[in-house]
């Protein structure tokens, strides 16, 4: 099944001879018995940007969509949270956010949600538009591998300038139940098709077998200031009653944007 390329490059092909003697490099090094030293690492030490990138991407399991962590060190982080804090200020409806995401490659923004999670810190993947079968088709879809194995959170952006809960009722508002709805659809689908998804999407080829358990899910929905204490207490029901989701605010991304170095 065809995956969605992050970069404007195809990064599991070598495209010059530079690449090749830099591949050839790591291969070395790589095939070292003992204990390496990461220092000698070329993905750590070779000193063009573009060199370490296309080491790290290349040798990844998913080289076109593998998060590059030292991109992040090119980044205004501040400049960047008030840029997207803009874009959702002003927001009619989720396609906006997603044209700014997409349209501008800030792959940092949705990948940003690993900060809600404590996985990825041996390798983090992130895939746009991942589907489920012909059924369905995720907006985002984050893969991290922590010392327990890989885990997934599949992701749903809805309007972010909407009230949380309809006023005066115990009823969330149309965008957060259409999310909450996607999200229950998403949990069934898996019930009975996991074993065909890791297959068709190419992780069990790659030795990648993710168990119910840590299949997680994220909703995107509202604003904090459109959200009383009220509000925050049926969300937790929420995420309570439904396993494994979390509904987070487009502030809660603000926030994680300005972290990610951390």
């Given at each position: 099944?065809?995956?969605?390329?992050?970069?404007?490059?195809?990064?599991?092909?070598?495209?010059?001879?530079?690449?090749?003697?830099?591949?050839?490099?790591?291969?070395?090094?790589?095939?070292?018995?003992?204990?390496?030293?990461?220092?000698?690492?070329?993905?750590?030490?070779?000193?063009?940007?573009?060199?370490?990138?296309?080491?790290?991407?290349?040798?990844?399991?998913?080289p076109n969509n593998y998060l590059y962590h030292g991109e992040l060190e090119k980044l205004d982080?501040?400049?960047?949270?008030?840029?997207?804090?803009?874009?959702?200020?002003?927001?009619?409806?989720?396609?906006?956010?997603?044209?700014?995401?997409?349209?501008?490659?800030?792959?940092?923004?949705?990948?940003?949600?690993?900060?809600?999670?404590?996985?990825?810190?041996?390798?983090?993947?992130?895939?746009?538009?991942?589907?489920?079968?012909?059924?369905?088709?995720?907006?985002?879809?984050?893969?991290?591998?922590?010392?327990?194995?890989?885990?997934?959170?599949?992701?749903?952006?809805?309007?972010?300038?909407?009230?949380?809960?309809?006023?005066?009722?115990?009823?969330?508002?149309?965008?957060?139940?259409k999310g909450n709805a996607q999200i229950r659809a998403w949990k069934k689908w898996f019930d009975?098709?996991?074993?065909?998804?890791?297959?068709?999407?190419?992780?069990?080829?790659?030795?990648?077998?993710?168990?119910?358990?840590?299949?997680?899910?994220?909703?995107?929905?509202?604003?904090?200031?459109?959200?009383?204490?009220?509000?925050?207490?049926?969300r937790s029901d929420i995420c309570f009653e439904m396993n494994n989701t979390k509904i987070l605010?487009?502030?809660?991304?603000?926030?994680?944007?300005?972290?990610?170095?951390?």
């Open positions: 099944m065809k995956l969605y390329k992050l970069y404007e490059r195809d990064y599991t092909k070598i495209n010059s001879e530079h690449e090749k003697k830099l591949q050839e490099k790591f291969e070395i090094y790589d095939k070292r018995k003992g204990i390496k030293n990461t220092k000698d690492d070329p993905r750590n030490n070779e000193p063009e940007f573009e060199d370490r990138k296309f080491l790290w991407c290349h040798n990844s399991l998913f982080l501040g400049y960047e949270s008030t840029c997207f804090k803009d874009v959702i200020d002003k927001a009619k409806n989720e396609n906006e956010i997603q044209r700014y995401i997409k349209d501008n490659r800030k792959w940092f923004i949705p990948a940003s949600i690993y900060k809600e999670y404590n996985f990825g810190n041996h390798g983090a993947y992130l895939f746009n538009e991942m589907p489920l079968g012909t059924e369905y088709r995720t907006d985002y879809a984050l893969l991290g591998k922590s010392s327990d194995g890989y885990s997934l959170v599949l992701i749903e952006f809805e309007k972010a300038n909407v009230p949380f809960k309809i006023k005066s009722y115990d009823e969330v508002s149309e965008s957060v139940r009975s098709n996991r074993g065909y998804f890791l297959k068709s999407i190419g992780f069990t080829e790659k030795g990648i077998d993710i168990p119910t358990s840590r299949i997680y899910y994220c909703l995107v929905v509202s604003r904090r200031d459109l959200m009383n204490d009220v509000d925050k207490d049926l605010s487009f502030d809660r991304l603000v926030d994680n944007i300005l972290n990610l170095k951390l």
